[in-house]
């Protein structure tokens, strides 16, 4: 036992079966997030039936999708459409294992990680095309087209604003980038006197084109090619697709945070005194507040037992409190608690653009990307380079 | 021994997709087929710790050029052509000369064998990673070259727009 | 284990396995570009033989560990893909024109 806990092959692949196993989940609960702030932002109640405030929704969805009929177009190319999926949910899984969640609770830490995901992410595209052209229908193949034009045209961008942040860092490795931060003691979106906020903005427009989200999601524009180039998917192969989208969505937010927003590091790194509110107040009393809030809240529900499910969540809740305030958990645990708390943060930034930005038209995407996005990534390089030279 | 197992994998890999390549009637099914092939090589680099070229490989072959290929290939549609002759008539010379060529490159192997028997005694391998070498080497003493690919690039960008943009007049 | 088997499975892989199976990769694309009808295909048998190249380069590079050799195929590949852009737009405009990709009917300059 002490052997096979101590070997080095243990916590990457632990934790890389976690994320297996988990990747699901949290796919279902960004899926509730979206509908409930969604349906916040139209002044709805969103999915209130299954379970309390309709927490269980996403898992009576993801049940029902599995039991659903799995069908195949019949002139479709067979093995192609079966295998297409698999493409686009490896290549994303495989790029959320370069992705430091902390010092320590990482399942890989190479010197390129940053080339690996972007390796990857360009292999991913080929899920996209290929599920489009294998289903031979007109919608599919004009929505993979489509996806694969904005991808392409994007990624050109994403890697621009990626090549600022690794000047700044000097190295590839995330594990690295996230080390000279706390080196100097400052997120690098603040660093070389604010001018890496460029770089940042641009990361954040094309990675929002890169995973196909409002205002950017002309693959799916419902109006015009009904779902895009999944439009022939049903059942869990759809549901694979839909995985690798969430999971995509994790990727370019993880690596938003890492190469810009400080990685596992709280707020102020360099404020020794933060120390304590930072990471004992800010997850007590986010996790507390929201466990006491639970308990009142509970007595407005209708049936008994959403009354009991709310108020064993708000007990959880304000136990996960109890936790943050013991220092040894705390030591433990605080940085990935930040590291999730920005990505949840980059994730609900997202849902906002997606229930307030109308669509753009197909040339206007194009036009942001290759006219604008581009030029501003190669002054961003040019501006961060100079401000870099002159600092050392 | 693992790193054998994977030489192995990989290579077969690059083999077959290069023979299917050569051989599938429809032009996504080569497409696709290369794609593997160019994986297999990929992973091969990857086995010889050049990293940056294992990036480059999927970023600019797998995730460009084949995708701009599979582009044209869905473009231009060639459902009836699939259904035609693939070969030449004049396939058979086409063998011979490919036959000749491998068997000249394995003969000239076979004779040079001996110079390249065991690793050269080589100075002790540099601290930095493969990317900081070749960057090193990229933009100090290669300068000149990468600028002139540089140019090369923007040329075929310029003379791709112009072709593919109609004739007004 | 039997001897046999250590040959086949030596603890690194020697130099000369590398450049037999770029030869063979190399030979393939010759190959496709010999027989094959349709100018996609040859473009593809084209990528198949750069891709053996520098292959061998990537080889000998480790072998000698020098990076040198990694630097000629970066170049290589950035040539690949200027030509595969040229090379496809040339390739759309013949079909717009002649509507034929057969490269035995696409043998006059002229239309």
Redesign the interface.
Same mark, same amino acid.
């Given at each position: 036992m002490e052997t096979v806990i101590s070997h080095p092959l243990f916590v990457p692949l632990l934790l890389a079966l976690c994320i297996i196993a988990f990747a699901p989940l949290a796919v279902a609960g960004t899926v509730l997030l979206e509908r409930k702030v969604l349906a916040d932002i139209q002044v709805r109640l969103g999915p209130m039936r299954v379970g309390p405030h309709g927490v269980l929704q996403t898992i009576a969805d993801a049940i029902k999708m599995l039991l659903k009929e799995d069908i195949i177009p019949d002139d479709s190319n067979k093995g %192609?459409f079966k295998f297409a999926p698999v493409i686009s949910f490896f290549t994303a899984a495989i790029c959320l294992t370069v992705v430091p969640f902390s010092e320590r609770l990482r399942v890989a830490d190479?010197?390129?990680g940053l080339? &690996?995901v @972007? *390796? %990857? @992410? *360009? &292999?991913g595209?080929?899920g996209i095309? =290929?599920g489009g052209?294998s289903s031979n229908s007109h919608y599919s =193949?004009l929505g993979s =087209?489509r996806s694969? *034009?904005q991808l392409?045209s994007y990624?050109v961008a994403l890697g621009l604003a990626l090549i600022s942040g690794v000047m700044a860092a000097g190295s =590839?490795s995330m594990v690295e980038i996230v080390r000279q931060q706390q080196a100097r003691g400052i997120w690098f979106v603040f660093d070389n006197y604010g001018l890496m906020i460029l770089p940042f903005v641009i990361y954040f427009i094309s990675s929002v084109a890169e995973t196909n989200r409002a205002p950017f999601d002309l693959p799916e524009a419902e109006s015009e090619l009904v779902a895009g180039y999944h439009t022939e998917y049903s059942g869990f192969r759809w549901g694979i697709y839909m995985l690798a989208e969430y999971l995509n969505m994790f990727v370019v937010g993880s690596v938003a945070i890492t190469l810009f927003l400080g990685g596992w590091l709280r707020p102020f790194p360099n404020v020794a005194w933060l120390e304590i509110p930072m990471n004992y107040g800010v997850p007590v009393l986010f996790f507390g507040l929201s466990g006491l809030w639970c308990l009142p809240a509970s007595r407005k529900l209708p049936s008994a037992i959403h009354k009991a499910g709310l108020v064993f969540i708000g007990l959880c809740l304000i136990l996960v409190a109890a936790v943050f305030a013991i220092p040894v958990a705390n030591a433990a645990l605080s940085a990935p608690f930040w590291f999730f708390f920005k990505l949840a943060t980059f994730l609900y930034v997202l849902i906002w653009m997606r229930g307030t930005f109308p669509r753009y038209r197909y040339d206007q995407l194009m036009d942001i990307g290759w006219k604008r996005m581009i030029p501003l990534g190669l002054a961003a390089i040019l501006l961060n380079a100079l401000v870099g030279i002159l600092r050392t | 021994m693992l790193d054998t197992m994977f030489f192995y994998m990989f290579a077969l890999l690059a083999v077959a997709g290069a023979i299917l390549t050569i051989t599938m009637r429809s032009a996504v099914h080569c497409a696709i087929s290369l794609i593997a092939s160019l994986a297999g090589v990929a992973g091969l680099y990857l086995l010889q710790k050049a990293e940056f070229l294992f990036a480059v490989q999927l970023v600019l072959y797998i995730g460009g050029i084949m995708v701009l290929f599979l582009f044209v290939i869905m473009l231009v549609n060639l459902d009836s052509a699939a259904k035609e002759r693939q070969f030449h008539r004049r396939w058979a010379g086409g063998a011979v000369a490919a036959v000749l060529a491998g068997a000249s490159a394995l003969w000239l192997l076979s004779k040079g064998a001996p110079s390249f028997g065991s690793p050269v005694a080589q100075a002790a391998p540099s601290p930095d990673g493969n990317v900081e070498q070749l960057a090193d080497l990229l933009f100090r003493q290669y300068l000149v070259p990468f600028e002139l690919a540089s140019l090369l690039l923007l040329v075929a960008i310029v003379g791709s727009v112009l072709m593919a943009k109609k004739r007004t007049s | 284990m039997p001897p046999e088997l250590t040959q086949l499975l030596p603890a690194s892989v020697p130099l000369s396995w590398y450049l037999v199976l770029s030869a063979i990769l190399f030979s393939l694309g010759i190959a496709g570009f010999l027989f094959r009808r349709n100018i996609i295909t040859v473009f593809m048998s084209i990528e198949l033989m750069l891709n053996a190249v520098n292959l061998t380069f990537v080889a000998f590079s480790y072998h000698l560990k020098q990076v040198d050799g990694h630097i000629f195929s970066f170049f290589v590949m950035v040539v690949a893909a200027a030509e595969a852009a040229v090379g496809l737009a040339i390739i759309l405009t013949v079909f717009k024109n002649r509507a034929t990709l057969e490269i035995d009917e696409v043998s006059s300059m002229k239309l």
């Open positions: %192609m190479t010197n390129v080339l &690996v @972007s *390796a %990857m @992410s *360009a &292999v595209i080929l095309i =290929l052209w =193949l =087209l694969a *034009a392409v990624e =590839l | - | -």
